[in-house]
């Protein structure tokens, strides 16, 4: 349960820390796979943002990202054209 307790606290911390998330209202993207970014540009502008990369692959139409900040390491689907997290994604 404290385990439980902490994880919970953790996420909603690290939460109000993610970027905005995109607009894409439950519906699965449909991005031209010319229009994504490519792996590199999209670990440079995480990066930018104070995130480190640990793996990045393409999962269900959008990028499947395995990050870290301030020592908290998360997954997160993010949009492959913006770089924007995608909050619930794929929930």
């Given at each position: 349960m404290?385990?439980l307790?902490?994880a919970?606290?953790?996420?909603?911390?690290?939460?109000?820390?993610?970027?905005a998330?995109?607009?894409?209202?439950?519906?699965?993207?449909?991005?031209?796979?010319?229009?994504w970014l490519?792996?590199?540009?999209?670990i440079?502008?995480?990066?930018?943002?104070?995130?480190?990369?640990?793996?990045?692959?393409?999962?269900d139409?959008?990028?499947?990202?395995?990050?870290?900040?301030?020592?908290?390491?998360?997954?997160?689907?993010?949009?492959?054209?913006?770089?924007?997290v995608?909050?619930g994604?794929?929930?």
């Amino acid at each position: 349960m404290k385990h439980l307790i902490v994880a919970a606290a953790l996420a909603a911390t690290l939460a109000s820390a993610l970027p905005a998330a995109a607009d894409w209202n439950g519906k699965r993207l449909n991005v031209p796979r010319d229009q994504w970014l490519s792996p590199t540009q999209m670990i440079e502008k995480l990066s930018a943002q104070g995130y480190t990369v640990h793996e990045i692959e393409s999962d269900d139409g959008a990028y499947e990202v395995e990050m870290s900040k301030n020592g908290t390491r998360i997954e997160v689907h993010v949009h492959p054209a913006t770089g924007e997290v995608l909050v619930g994604y794929d929930d």
